[in-house]
């Protein structure tokens, strides 16, 4: 394969992608232009242009972004609107940003010219399949470099070897190797790796970053009420957000909680086990209001087909199908069932829990006339649940005297 | 249709079913069976036997059991297996109980020649579908009397007055109206109705009564270890116990941490919306841990088609279809799973939660020399990576270009 | 309950619902409507204008609608992008006209401010449920008559006595039973009951009334070619038609050459089993073509979510549930599927069979570049495939190891 | 990596296994050891034996099995119960005949101490992943040589070359290249490839070699019984006979009548569309047959079960998952379903089409009595009708007055 000439690199700015920066300069002796984005990781981010410069990239190849409002508006939200989890437990906080990370590098790639874009993901994790699948589906002509797996760098002796050949800065306390791995973005914190890869030890308090311990949480539990529109927070105690602000604020509620933690061990979509430790402090929050006003709102029919249809929809979100059509006609079908989910939920938060304690809505479908122990006034008849037993029974029975007359 | 000669009745020893069962007596004039079962409600049972002899109930026609161990064993153990929750959040305590009870209805109605069995749900819940559905697939010429769909006694004062006519001692605090109606068994204590029908109102404390407030709850967390044998706890902190004692014990665990508490709208099989508060102490933690023994020793495919199954088997379970072809179709699919789900889970309890921080297994699946950061020493090449992402990704191309081009 | 002042009648013209026109008059001194809708069932419209006028209905009260456009448009199409079968062999073809004519009689009452509408279904079928869920969802207040659940008119002699004591006129043929009942429409035409109830006897070949026996259908085959836009047959053999155009055109292609015959046993939504005979000629040619079209146009993951969600599509038209939001969410995700679904499909037809034999579209996804045997000029790299397979396969080598181990 | 000692080939006999014994030989010095199956595909396997012998394997390195009844108890039938069909209409075929033959390779690799199994399949088709997912599924530790992925015989005339450098003798008919691409076992036989690689192309008769044109089956049609046991055909015309045998008998009938053609562009796991033609004269016939004695021997509940989890087991089997968690899963529900799938079915053959025309069963679920137009003796009361339809439509009801209301 011939080399590329231009490459767009999703660039941290921290001393793994610097040290592909480089590696694609000396390996390829291509142009290489830098993207990084603002996710809501919690970093500076002109670092990494002044780091850019430094490593000889031109201004007008640097790129920087704020995306944390697109990053909300069209990816964490929609995905709330299904009440996503992957096996049951987790709520995809990496998965989700790498979509709209590729959409941007295939963006900046054409904007450029650029012939290929590249990725700091390594070979054993499903972020390069997130990364390579985007990018893919959406240029299919786009060659994808992922150095990880083609270079010979395999040893942290051999990566700052190749930094110091290449007078790329280390900081002090990069020199050694990091307990584990962190990924962070708007929506949650990640670690795994090394010091957490046994999955039978506990992991310390000081892997958490970003939520207190529940133990140092506040002694007093917190109300705070949530007002949906067609799916999606709007409002926090009756104050008008934009997505990535509300966002935000939940998570702000939810480090203060110790809210959102998650020791989990997950399948791979590259085929094996791996242990994380997630902190999704507001979107555990919005997942249970988000439920909470589905409660009231969704028709028993549409929310059992929601049901039924999240596994799958998660699963591709975990392995990188966002830019696919069966995730489009899922979002179709969820996004169909979400037009009178507006109303507001009542949270109480203490010390790592969340939970739903009230809701309310001009939508909603709970009706006290027919569910009442009282005198409904005639708003439900119940001989009717007579004939409806008796239908629904008619197979039943029917199955029952076959079965025991042969 | 005629009156029925002998009646079976599910009798708690409380007013209501004594209502019931003078009535059956008076309407009919028949021969009324005595049913109690322990199911781990928590009540003394010798006092509904002392009633039903007051009512006139000759002691060959009383029966009292004690199901608790059959009723974790073969309903709520296989019920765990499939991790159900019903809309997301309820662990199907009532649901669950009714099929047992069904199942010694129509035992003993077929012990005594009894053409009829009756029970106290009311024309509008969920109970009466779940007892009837049970019994007539059970036996298909059973008749089931539900005497809240027939009678007359639509109010509390109807109700006393026919009491009173009738020398069915009233305890003094039943005169009045209860604030809400409450059911229990060995796995949940659910509340719902009048004082809760609200469902934007957070439900007071004292409604609570099986699980300590989180508050109240101790400020020091507790670790535990649960054992499970081909996908059913069997041992606490390595001690095995019996099914039944697992739960109670459990149960113990969660009312001591307040954990399992949930403030729940939900949709009848009858079409309305109703709100309940449930506790589910020894459940919750059950589910976490199963959850989290599963984690490493259940492959990715069985994971994933056990999650895609789970909300239909609930639907099921929740409508009461636990005696039909398509719940024991997904049984056989869920137990063919769970024939490696052995190993242990360290859970931490805290003030209202319960978080798995730990598992290991010798039928573990999770293999640290595939995962490591670490030289794997060949357990695997990177590079297949590569041919994995470009077929997975094909399609995506193919369609790119398609959609580009036309 | 109060007697119905106006209501609007589904109304065939027959001697049933002429019987029960004149029931409602007499039973709730109710004026009466009626609605006759031209859905493609081949029979003339104006006899029916003619009795009801002959029975006292006023001109002014009598609605005749062709909607064979909207039906195939707005109903069957829709319908057909899901290729949806009932317990895979069904068409639908009675269920998914009830739909629309709900439809129209909530209109017409809403018109009228009739407080009811009435049909002609039985107690038994699933046509009753049909025609009252759809009433219900699209007017919660609108009051649904059913005579057949009502009355006592419960053997032919007793509603030939009705008819004849209210001058009803009798036609000859009718005085007798029919030897089995019929329901057509322009996508099919159903035969069950009476001489068809036992399922174990073959239908007589008069009971086929829509198309040829194939042993008499021509002894060469015919071709023809459907084109599809976005998922819709809009064109056959190059010439373009509108929807019910269409469907008539390819009745006529099935009845020639005795395509779409089917001896069928269902399971009713009411609880039981019963035997049809349908015929569907049109629809049938019309499934074939649309998934030759589909197997070019169609992304496999888009395909296989379809394949996935058509059984309970279908099974929610089959119960009447055409107007629920599931259905509204199904076919978001369906209808999302089929923007690509454009090109021509080529079809053999020949004494009962359709056969798709060739297929071609400029929104093709088929790749011959990619398919090749031939030298493929780097269009697949052969060697992706071993990577491909080897982390597929990773999952199941643990599982293996695992397994081995314990 | 190391080269291999000893290595199982999947051997048919023909040129292109007998190129790759030779490859494997000279490629890696190792022995070979042949396996060669009677799947039913029609050919006399003593030539392969002769043939190897010939290439200098050793007798006891020859291993000629005959499968057939193994093929169709423990992997044809089992699918059937499931009426398995990929994308709507493909019968797996080929499919389920690839984990049987890995089976063998496995068990004969062990028999003699091989670490390597080879298989003839290239690297752009199904079967490579079929054959190695199984493989290594049954032997986490099996080496597999896919030898069309490795070598740089990329041409026809490669190959002719290396087999005459070799020795290896080739059949007249075989040194040009042959104008598609043929698999065949007792289900069915593909072509593909070559001369059928345009979709838009009808596929000349010459190419069917199974069936006959259905313009030259008899013009009389031919009426057929099919018994089946607990799911599985046991008789036809009330003779019992082995799986084998009444397959072999199906696929006489069926190839008289021409029955079981398709054209078929499907979707290939590797990302590629591909088109096929396929034979399956008795599976078509088995297929129409137990989708009829189901019809009257299975409950709703349980057949729509099946018929969601069809599409996801046929994929499974497609995929060549045949030996992975999830389908053991899927087979463990549907067999489950089959207890009481006996009875007969009458089934009409006729040019092309088989159709099911009569079925019966002591074990039916049909009831006269329930479905019958006429007086049903009390056992359905169509008033019951009436209360199942209101619970139905409630949600119905109170989600239009909510829509209305908002």
New interface residues.
């Given amino acids: 394969m011939t080399a590329p000439k231009k490459v767009v690199l999703a660039y941290s700015g921290g001393l793994d992608t610097s040290i592909i920066l480089k590696w694609l300069q000396t390996e390829y002796g291509c142009e290489v232009i830098t993207f990084t984005a603002d996710l809501g990781q919690g970093e500076e981010l002109e670092p990494a242009r002044q780091k850019a410069e430094l490593l000889g990239i031109k201004p007008e190849n640097i790129h920087i972004d704020d995306l944390r409002e697109e990053f909300v508006r069209d990816f964490v939200f929609p995905m709330f609107r299904a009440?996503a989890l992957y096996?049951?437990?987790y709520l995809l906080g990496t998965s989700i940003a790498r979509p709209l990370i590729s959409k941007r590098l295939v963006e900046i790639a054409r904007e450029h010219g650029a012939d290929a874009v590249a990725h700091g993901a390594?070979?054993?994790g499903n972020d390069?399949?997130r990364f390579?699948?985007s990018c893919?589906?959406?240029?299919?002509n786009i060659r994808v470099i992922?150095p990880?797996?083609e270079w010979d760098l395999?040893?942290r002796t051999k990566l700052i070897e190749f930094a110091e050949q290449h007078q790329i800065p280390i900081a002090r306390d990069k020199r050694g190797e990091a307990p584990f791995?962190v990924d962070a973005n708007l929506l949650h914190t990640s670690s795994e790796?090394?010091a957490l890869?046994?999955?039978?030890?506990?992991?310390p308090d000081y892997v958490y970053q970003r939520t207190a311990n529940?133990?140092d949480a506040p002694?007093q539990?917190e109300h705070i009420e949530i007002t949906f529109t067609r799916g999606d927070a709007t409002a926090i105690n009756g104050q008008e957000m934009s997505p990535a602000t509300i966002l935000t604020a939940l998570n702000e509620y939810g480090r203060k909680h110790g809210i959102g933690?998650?020791?989990?061990?997950?399948?791979r979509f590259?085929?094996?086990?791996?242990?994380g430790i997630y902190e999704t402090p507001g979107g555990t929050i919005l997942l249970e209001a988000h439920?909470g006003i589905e409660?009231?709102t969704l028709?028993?029919?549409?929310?059992?087909?929601?049901?039924?249809l999240?596994?799958?929809y998660a699963?591709l979100i975990y392995n990188?199908?966002w830019?696919?059509?069966?995730r489009?006609?899922?979002q179709?079908?969820?996004?169909?069932?979400q037009e009178?989910v507006t109303g507001t939920v009542?949270l109480?938060l203490?010390?790592?829990?969340v939970?739903?304690?009230?809701?309310?809505s001009?939508?909603?479908?709970?009706?006290?006339a027919?569910?009442?122990?009282?005198?409904d006034a005639g708003a439900?008849?119940?001989?009717?649940?007579?004939?409806?037993?008796?239908?629904?029974?008619?197979?039943?029975?029917?199955?029952?005297?076959?079965?025991?007359?042969?």
Same sequence: chains 1, 2, 3, 4.
């Fill in positions: 009440n096996e049951g437990l390594t070979g054993k390069q399949v390579e699948l893919y589906a959406l240029d299919p992922a990880w797996r395999s040893s791995s790796g090394k890869e046994d999955p039978a030890v506990e992991a529940p133990e002694d539990p933690r998650l020791d989990f061990v997950e399948n590259v085929g094996m086990k791996s242990r439920r409660q009231i028709d028993a029919g549409a929310g059992h087909l929601k049901d039924s999240m596994p799958r699963e990188g199908f830019f696919s059509p069966e489009e006609m899922l179709a079908a969820i996004d169909k069932s009178h009542r109480k203490y010390k790592g829990s939970h739903t304690v009230g809701r309310w001009e939508h909603s479908l709970y009706s006290e027919h569910v009442t122990f009282e005198d439900y008849d119940q001989k009717d649940a007579a004939g409806f037993i008796r239908l629904n029974a008619l197979r039943l029975k029917l199955l029952a005297a076959r079965n025991g007359r042969v």
